[in-house]
């Protein structure tokens, strides 16, 4: 597949453009869950495995940003 095809807008609201970074990061990990589903589903074992890992880390990443803001 070409590059062009994983395009990124940054400047599409829909996929977090101007949110917080805890919003994106929540956002990062339901698309990430919705994937794992789909790979879980398949069986294809490693691909959930790591897929559920990074949906963790978003979501850690997540509570670490709504923690900052609680902060400030």
């Given at each position: 597949?070409?590059?062009?095809?994983f395009?990124?807008?940054?400047?599409?609201?829909?996929?977090?453009?101007?949110?917080?970074?805890?919003?994106?990061?929540?956002?990062?990990?339901?698309?990430?869950?919705?994937?794992?589903?789909?790979?879980?589903?398949?069986r294809?074992?490693?691909?959930?495995?790591?897929?559920?890992?990074?949906?963790?880390?978003?979501?850690?990443?997540?509570?670490?940003?709504?923690?900052?803001?609680?902060?400030?």
């Amino acid at each position: 597949m070409a590059d062009e095809d994983f395009s990124y807008d940054q400047d599409d609201e829909d996929v977090g453009g101007g949110d917080s970074a805890e919003e994106t990061a929540r956002y990062i990990a339901d698309m990430i869950a919705s994937l794992a589903f789909l790979a879980r589903d398949a069986r294809l074992d490693l691909l959930t495995y790591l897929l559920d890992m990074a949906r963790v880390e978003a979501e850690m990443q997540a509570r670490q940003s709504e923690t900052a803001c609680d902060e400030d």
